[in-house]
């Protein structure tokens, strides 16, 4: 059974670039969660997605947008990057309200 | 971001010592969870609290959920080296795919 997924593992972008990241959820797993983790703190939730649709937001620009597809995979994209934007990306999946959330081993970005 | 408060920073060990390590917030979480995150993966829960008042273990790890629903303390008997990382304490205000709220983290090292 494999468990959460994503792509790339290591990206360097410089800044004012676009990125895309990509997430597979767990086995049976209809729920993403992206979150920001950066050097030295925990990690901060961006938004989820349920359905094809985002369900809840954190605290991040528009600048972060989403994507949920039919097979529940998602992608997270960031427009016009900053050196802030430097940080791990989590995903995590679980199962509508009844699950907890299980992590991925992240992406790591590096803006310059 | 919102964040909550964990204690210690970091913590330094000899193996076979007893390791606490708790999490504090000012709002109130129906569910308690904790993590632990190695280098370059991401987190891997180890115990998750859904009852105020609730004590779970896993292992050597044992949990609590305080009874006022803003604290939780994590415990490690007789630490071993693989228990070296980071360990997080994550609180949602409701359960399952709500969103995670995070501590900043201990960093846990044990010397053989």
């Known amino acids: 059974d494999a468990g959460v997924t994503q792509s790339p593992t290591h990206l360097i972008k410089t800044r004012g670039q676009q990125v895309t990241l990509r997430c597979s959820p767990k086995s049976g797993h209809d729920t993403v969660s992206w979150y920001q983790q950066a050097l030295g703190q925990g990690p901060q939730f961006i938004f989820q997605?349920?359905?094809?649709?985002?369900?809840q937001r954190g605290n991040f620009p528009d600048r972060f947008s989403g994507h949920q597809f039919p097979n529940y995979s998602s992608e997270l994209n960031v427009n016009a990057l900053l050196l802030g934007d430097s940080a791990l990306y989590l995903c995590a999946s679980s199962t509508g309200f009844q699950e907890t959330q299980y992590f991925g081993p992240g992406t790591r970005l590096l803006v310059l | 971001g919102q964040q909550l408060n964990q204690s210690p920073q970091s913590m330094f060990i000899q193996e076979g010592e007893d390791v606490s390590m708790n999490c504090t917030s000012s709002?109130?979480?129906?569910?308690w969870l904790w993590y632990k995150q190695d280098p370059g993966e991401g987190p891997v829960l180890l115990i998750a609290?859904?009852?105020?008042?609730e004590l779970t273990s896993n292992g050597r790890l044992t949990a609590q959920f305080g009874i006022t629903r803003k604290d939780s303390f994590l415990n490690i008997s007789a630490s071993i080296p693989s228990d070296v990382g980071i360990y997080f304490c994550a609180g949602q205000a409701q359960g399952g795919s709500e969103k995670l709220v995070f501590g900043k983290g201990t960093k846990l090292t044990v010397n053989p």
């Open positions: 609290l859904y009852k105020a008042g």
């Open positions: 709002s109130i979480f129906n569910t």
């Open positions: 997605y349920y359905e094809e649709e985002e369900r």
